[in-house]
């Protein structure tokens, strides 16, 4: 039976909550907004849930077990159903506007309404992905892509599979908007070819910790390197006034969407300093955030939804001073305790928890740590 940790299911609902927030948009956000340089909480939760594909997968694979291909697809298809889902729920708004008093205003879902046939398939097909709708659609292409990886890692071909992914992300670095902004075709805020090195580097260190190989040693020397890095990172983001070749060019490469070298120095730069926080037993062991962390697909698809229908009243909101936009911020953090408890809800009313016995197909522990 592989056992949960407790300390990454905490980081992930930390990393949820973050996620709402800053949607959401308000006072909090000045705190939770990159408050550590060029580091947002997308970064953290994709590479932690392909760690977590390593962790699992890796354990598979050390034992012997297959990974069948139908597991996989099942997976992949389980978050294309949220996917759908979740859209599914965002239009309903559009059906009933007179009951939302011609509020409902939704710029990206137009497309949909203008020209439905089209833009469903192409949504559908993964190829047109609205505001805050294009994070699923990378999970969905990269758990395959992963489980590949990981096999290729487990014969020996780790310099080759990171390799290539290296040269994805430097192909990513040019500009393809000529690609992607063709009629309706819209792949969202993410470049795949860049972002792709956060799942297979993700799944390496999984893998690899699973195995009991140390990358990087847990050293107070580099945890002090790291340290000074993250405070230059910070004081180049927020530093007024400051000006040079090198703080010019750190701002100029650090861009979110194509993962931009410095941006990703400064993920992995953070991500050791809170590796070497768990592995030392310090992190916070708070039970309600990892009970929001255990229930990520759930919680995160909700989030969406939660994020569309406060944008139509958010102006009000904001009008209101301080304390509303503060409140606003709160509840909607509070409301993603919801599809968690809905979710356990549903695994002990329908899913009765069964022998975790070694068998060829995944377990439902193994099932439930992926999440």
């Given at each position: ?23 959401i948009g308000g006072p909090l956000s ?94 559908f097909l993964l190829l047109f992905q ?21 096999k290729a890692f487990s014969r020996g ?215």
């Amino acid at each position: 039976m592989i056992k949960r940790n407790n300390s990454l299911d905490v980081l992930r609902g930390i990393l949820l909550i973050i996620i709402t927030v800053n949607h959401i948009g308000g006072p909090l956000s000045r705190f939770t907004f990159q408050p550590m340089g060029f580091v947002s909480a997308a970064e953290g939760f994709i590479f932690l849930s392909r760690y977590v594909l390593g962790l699992v997968f890796g354990k598979r694979l050390l034992e012997g077990r297959e990974m069948e291909l139908a597991t996989i697809l099942k997976r992949s298809l389980k978050i294309y159903g949220y996917h759908v889902i979740t859209l599914l729920i965002l239009l309903i708004p559009f059906c009933f506007d007179h009951l939302f008093l011609g509020k409902w205003q939704s710029p990206e879902l137009i497309p949909l309404i203008e020209n439905p046939r089209i833009a469903s398939t192409a949504y559908f097909l993964l190829l047109f992905q609205p505001e805050h709708l294009d994070i699923l659609p990378m999970y969905i292409l990269f758990i395959p892509i992963g489980i590949i990886a990981l096999k290729a890692f487990s014969r020996g071909k780790k310099i080759l599979v990171l390799g290539l992914s290296l040269l994805l992300w430097i192909f990513g670095q040019f500009e393809l908007s000529s690609i992607t902004g063709l009629g309706q075709i819209r792949l969202g805020f993410f470049n795949l070819f860049g972002w792709q090195i956060l799942f297979i580097t993700g799944c390496f260190l999984g893998y690899s910790r699973t195995l009991g190989i140390k990358i990087i040693p847990k050293t107070k020397v580099i945890l002090a390197c790291t340290l000074i890095l993250l405070f230059c990172f910070a004081i180049v983001r927020y530093g007024t006034g400051l000006e040079g070749w090198l703080i010019n060019s750190v701002r100029s490469f650090s861009e979110k969407s194509n993962l931009q070298i410095f941006r990703l120095i400064n993920f992995f730069v953070l991500a050791y300093i809170i590796g070497f926080i768990i592995d030392s037993g310090h992190f916070p062991k708070s039970k309600p955030l990892a009970f929001i962390g255990r229930h990520s697909l759930q919680v995160f698809a909700f989030q969406i939804v939660l994020v569309y229908c406060y944008t139509p009243v958010r102006e009000e909101i904001h009008s209101m001073g301080f304390y509303p936009k503060l409140a606003g911020q709160l509840l909607c953090a509070l409301l993603l305790f919801v599809p968690a408890l809905m979710h356990k809800y549903y695994i002990n009313t329908f899913r009765p928890v069964k022998s975790y016995s070694s068998t060829k197909n995944i377990t439902l522990a193994e099932q439930e740590i992926l999440k």
